[in-house]
């Protein structure tokens, strides 16, 4: 049975009917297969992509790089197509590069001194901390490998603070350690911070000038920072100095990059790096460039975060968008937090390209201030909150599915919704617009700001939501009907 099918919103209510048709599809969605779909622009250009979901003004899909839109306006109809079979490992592999730290030639008697038992023994690091301070050469190293098995435990658990603070303080003790500073570095690129992490590759090369993993990781932050050519040149010293698959990946996308770019003009402006092929017009992008800053503003005083670097944007126009985001295995190789725009045929900024512009920056700003460890759920309601979008019409059928008991747990929307289809996914942006929604009106948006402090600092989100919300997934998604019921119905 085809898992895809029409839009999503306004006529939500109207394709669901009755409720128990979304746990049949979901379960039938569930399967490791994914609809192709054929987005066919009014300029005749076809873009083939996954699950593209009418919602609002707006076309909505997914690619390996994450969820793209384009503005409705340019669509002229989409094609829906054929289910085909995805390797499960190519959403995963897409959602991070899977550098590998650098590693440290280790004592495992250190090691297991500073973490036994599942955690780290802070007694013994105190210990080996207040030996360093006072003296030998051989107390410092040891501290140093001491907190760096610390910080390497905390970064299996994904908690980069604290791994990062860990790693600091020992460099403190190994100040001219090469791996302690090359994985201060990792850390830092790991948080989308690339102008810290050059800092401290360029003390490393200092002490490793020919250390193929400085190479490496310059690569990396030169890409994070928009600077594909200085990239290529790092990995391809690095790949000189040690053949290295995961460098060879690594060029490979920047050089694709490069060759895609190479026409592209640049405008900077404080917080934006925008790249333009030549086709596009440059008053389109002085005003995507000026929208951007306006948005900037306002997300940056919500959310009470700034993203510490420049957010590269790219326009894309004419068969480029296509290449890029239907290549598969090449784009989201490297998280790299550019937004990507189609403008095809466009000439000046819409009100619709502006909103999607202001959704995929909250995506940019969540993803940093979390470190990447937002839901899926969470990052789709915020961005549809922040860009404007309010529950309206959906919250009938949204109340309808619920009473019904046949509502979609946030905990099964935390993950990919690559695998969701058609109205499913109109279902899942809905429902996740209505549980923020719902928690900015009641108490705003400081509220949600605290949530995704408390995932940036490793927290689940069920367990974020519970401490500043006091509620359960489930005390939410009630309160969420009571709130749409009193709003809405
Ligand atoms: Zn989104």
Redesign the pocket.
Known sequence: MPCFSQKARPGLRRRLGAAGTVLLLWLACALPAMATDTIVLKNGRRIVALSAVEDGDKI?YQTDAG?L?LPKSMVDHIERGTVVPMPESRAASAANMGITPPAMVASAEIEKAAVHDGSIDRNYLAQVEGEARSGSAAANEKAALALHAASQFELLRGDLEHALTDERTALTFAPDNPVVLMNVAYLHLKRSEYKASIEYLERARRVAPDDPEVAKLAGWAYYGMNKPDLAVAEWKRALVLRPDPEVENALAKAQRDNQEEANYRENESSHFTLRYSGAAEPDLAREILRALEMHFSAIESELNYTPPDSIGVILYTEQAFADITRAPGWVGALNDGRIRVPVQGLTSLTLELSRILK??LT?SFIQQKTHGRAPVWL??GI??WMEGQRSKDNAAVLVQVYDEKQAMGLGQLEGSWMQLTGPIAGYAYAWALANVEYVVRADGMGDMERILNRIAEGSSTEGAVQEILHSSYDDLAQATVVYLRKTYL
Do not use: L, N, P, V
Request: negative net charge; aromatic residues 0%.
């Open positions: 909505r969820e839109s959704h995929e995506h990052q789709e961005a549809q």
